[in-house]
């Protein structure tokens, strides 16, 4: 049975999380534009940082392991194994092994 398309989505609790980096473009202000996020089989979170040019590498509590520079813009990203995953940049795709 399909969902009501008109019922409202009520948001109970939230919660920010800063993943901003040493280096992140405009230090100053430390500014990040998230484009979008995976979740891995182990809970790590990746997040694609166009603003930044990089994919940050998040732990269970959401806070900042690693991160992966030199990508162009980064737009989407998308688990291909437990530990790989794609990243969508224009017409373009950068595979990462997270380890």
């Known amino acids: 049975m399909p969902g009501n398309p008109d ?3 009520r948001l109970k609790e939230k919660y920010e999380y800063d993943v901003r980096t040493r280096g992140d473009s405009y230090e ?3 500014v990040c534009s998230i484009r979008d996020i ?3 089989p182990r809970g ?3 997040v694609a940082d166009a603003m930044n040019n990089n994919v940050k590498l998040l732990n269970q509590q959401y806070k900042v392991l690693s991160h992966c520079v030199k990508l162009d813009t980064p737009s989407g990203i998308f688990q291909i194994t437990p530990s790989e995953v794609g990243v969508t ?3 373009v795709v ?3 092994k997270v380890n």
């Open 7 to 9: 019922k409202v989505i």
């Open 28 to 30: 100053e202000y430390a």
């Open 38 to 40: 995976c979740v891995l």
């Open 44 to 46: 790590q979170v990746l």
């Open 89 to 91: 940049s224009g017409s």
């Open 94 to 96: 950068q595979f990462i």
